[in-house]
């Protein structure tokens, strides 16, 4: 088990080696990689472009340019062609220090644009689970240089959603006793995540010790094509020749690959001084010049259209992004245009890059107050959890509700989305400081909950032994009670010490169904001759369901009795089966249905019948709850007929032919004769006792 399990920084800085130092910084939008031959450490140097980004890619670049094609487009016949070269050198000595800012992507790895665009997703939301699945997705389905970002993300959500959590272990184990310097906490995800970075982090020292030996043969390979462009400028050969071996070692040049990022600066400028000079040398054959100026104009203006469609493209940091190449493309691979042109192509080309900085800006903006916002969000969570944690309530119950109110809280809190960066670690501290205070008022609730815990445990063991002394009792009718009895006074016991609890339930589980159990079996036996009721009423009933009435009422009412003679012969029927009861009374309501008899007997009838049915052995509750309810209809009746012979007098000078007096005289006598009925079954039920 690795020591290291409970340190918050993910990548074991204990392991990591010299040479494969990572610096990195959150609010980066394009990195450049650099691996200094000097100290031979590999490093990720950071440009912050939204910090500074016109420098980068607008004036710098204009200063550049606008330099290089004002000396190149001088001619003999401006009476500067003995000493251009001389001026070319200077002008190109003079912004040297222009150039290095503009240089922050030249050296980066043209085949990692899928790092521009792979996608960051809502990290600050996710748990550690959710966190460790990204993490191993993003290593399986993509190249290691390309996730540095994402990864130092999810490492650092990681860890901060890890600590929240080993604080509030912390904070158990010091209030069950413990003291703090014998704490150790590890869980298997923090292993997994652990496992993944160091993976992850040999991946990446492995690519970088690669890229070292490529940057070293590229920057080899760009040295050899400056002097090979150092030698055309004496070459006697056709100037045709010698134009169209250039063009080719510029396409060379453009192919050879990223260098060393302290090796740029010169070789870059050593390209350009002596691509001048040749340019220089090129100004004694005028057509090859133009024909050099026309091809640029008509690249840069394919340069300066594809830069106004963004200029109008919403996604903000893809405009940005693809700008950034246009800017390579416009100073690296492309020469001078012709005077006449160049102020033109230039302002079309500042004023879509100005457009483009200007959305970002805003865009940048609006991010910073959708962050105030859930800036405002979490101090509100932050502001519950603390009004929480000064309930002075103290019941178990409260306590429980609190407890999820927190962390649900606490989920909204890392839901709600990332805060403006000077506001972050301040939050951060605050939040942490709200759930630790609760935390140690919960933990102090409990803490004293724990001698009436261990009280419990003392009556829960004594409840235990009496089972154990109770399952083998051969007196059913004097243990039933008592083993019913205990079960009840455990459930009214209450909490015992969590280590406990699952064993102490195990034994006296243990006990009550062993004597259940053999309570059972011996019921069986004796439900033997109560299950061959049963079978005898399901024949019964079928013949009751098939059977078809003569429609003479005396006749047939003659046969309905027998048949319910006969199922009251048959007996009880096992307690879990007299469902089948109330099928047969079913039946008998569709039979008594079809009878053109006098309703007041058919209801006496069917009620002989149900309160027969109703009657057990030493057992009334039955019939009393029928009693009470049959005496409530009687009190409900009377009210309603008194209710009804008070409303009469109202009508005392109406004539009795009135259609509303004769309803309400209709109603008093329906009324009167249920009551009737009623009264009749309440005499027949207290025949039953």
């Not at 292993?191 to 040999?202: E, M, T």
Request: net charge negative.
């Amino acid at each position: 088990m690795s020591e290291n399990d409970n340190l918050q920084d993910a990548d074991g800085n204990k392991e990591l080696k010299s040479n494969e130092t990572l610096q990195t910084t959150e609010k980066s939008e394009i990195a450049s990689e650099q691996i200094s031959e000097e100290n031979n450490t590999t490093t990720v140097e950071v440009v912050d472009v939204a910090k500074e980004p016109v420098e980068t890619t607008s004036e710098v670049t204009n200063t550049v340019v606008e330099e290089d094609e004002k000396a190149l487009s001088e001619t003999p016949e401006n009476n500067h062609d003995n000493d251009a070269s001389k001026t070319i050198e200077n002008k190109t000595d003079a912004h040297v220090e222009e150039i290095d800012e503009s240089n922050a992507e030249d050296a980066e790895d043209e085949e990692n644009e899928e790092r521009h665009t792979l996608e960051s997703k809502e990290y600050h939301s996710m748990s550690m689970e959710e966190l460790t699945k990204e993490f191993e997705q993003l290593i399986e389905n993509h190249k290691v240089q390309n996730i540095k970002s994402q990864v130092e993300d999810i490492k650092t959500e990681f860890n901060a959603k890890f600590d929240a959590l080993l604080d509030e272990k912390k904070e158990e184990f010091l209030s069950e006793g413990g003291n703090e310097i014998d704490f150790y906490y590890t869980s298997p995800i923090k292993k997994q995540f652990n496992n993944l970075f160091k993976s992850y982090r040999n991946s990446l020292g492995a690519y970088y010790k690669q890229r070292e030996n490529n940057l070293k043969e590229n920057l080899d390979n760009r040295l050899q094509i400056i002097e090979k462009i150092k030698g055309l400028v004496n070459d006697e050969e056709n100037i045709n020749t010698t134009y169209k071996t250039f063009k080719d070692l510029q396409e060379q040049w453009r192919n050879a690959g990223p260098i060393p990022r302290d090796r740029y600066n010169n070789a870059w400028n050593s390209y350009h001084h002596n691509v001048e000079v040749f340019y220089d040398v090129l100004h004694l054959n005028r057509d090859l010049r133009d024909l050099d100026f026309k091809h640029n104009l008509e690249q840069k203006t394919k340069i300066i259209e594809r830069a106004e469609e963004l200029a109008a493209d919403d996604n903000i940091n893809r405009s940005f992004r693809e700008l950034q190449v246009l800017h390579k493309m416009w100073k690296e691979e492309l020469g001078p245009v012709s005077r006449e042109h160049r102020d033109e192509v230039w302002e079309r080309f500042s004023n879509a890059t100005k457009t483009i900085h200007d959305k970002r800006q805003g865009y940048y903006a609006n991010l910073d107050k959708a962050r105030e916002k859930n800036l405002e969000v979490k101090e509100e969570i932050i502001s519950r959890i603390t009004a929480i944690s000064n309930d002075t309530t103290n019941a178990h119950s409260s306590w429980q509700k609190k407890i999820k109110t927190v962390e649900t809280l606490r989920e909204e809190f890392f839901k709600a989305g990332k805060v403006p960066q000077k506001a972050n670690e301040a939050t951060w501290a605050k939040f942490k400081d709200a759930v630790r205070t609760f935390n140690r008022q919960k933990n102090a609730f409990y803490k004293n909950l724990k001698k009436d815990q261990y009280d419990n445990l003392e009556k829960k063991k004594a409840l235990i032994q009496i089972a154990l002394d109770n399952k083998d009792n051969e007196d059913l009718a004097a243990t039933t009670p008592l083993m019913k009895k205990i079960q009840g006074d455990w459930k009214k016991i209450g909490h015992v010490p969590r280590k406990d609890s699952d064993k102490i339930w195990k034994q006296f589980k243990s006990a009550c169904n062993a004597y259940f159990d053999r309570l059972n079996t011996e019921r069986d036996e004796a439900n033997k001759e109560l299950m061959a009721a049963y079978e005898q009423k399901n024949i019964l009933l079928k013949e009751v369901n098939d059977l078809e009435l003569s429609g003479d009422s005396k006749k047939d009412i003659v046969t309905i009795k027998e048949k319910i003679a006969a199922w009251k012969a048959i007996g009880h029927v096992p307690s879990n089966k007299r469902y089948i009861d109330g099928k047969f009374n079913k039946a008998l309501d569709g039979l008594f249905g079809k009878l053109d008899m006098d309703r007041a007997k058919l209801e006496m009838i069917k009620f002989e019948n149900k309160i027969e049915n109703l009657a057990q052995p030493g057992d009334t509750r039955l019939l009393d709850n029928e009693q009470n309810f049959i005496r409530k209809k009687i009190g409900e009746i009377k009210g309603e007929i008194n209710q009804l012979e008070n409303n009469m007098q109202f009508f005392s000078n109406v004539d009795e032919n009135n259609p509303l007096v004769k309803d309400v005289i209709k109603n008093v006598n329906n009324h009167k004769k249920n009551l009737s009925i009623w009264e009749d079954k309440l005499r027949k039920i207290k025949s039953m006792y």
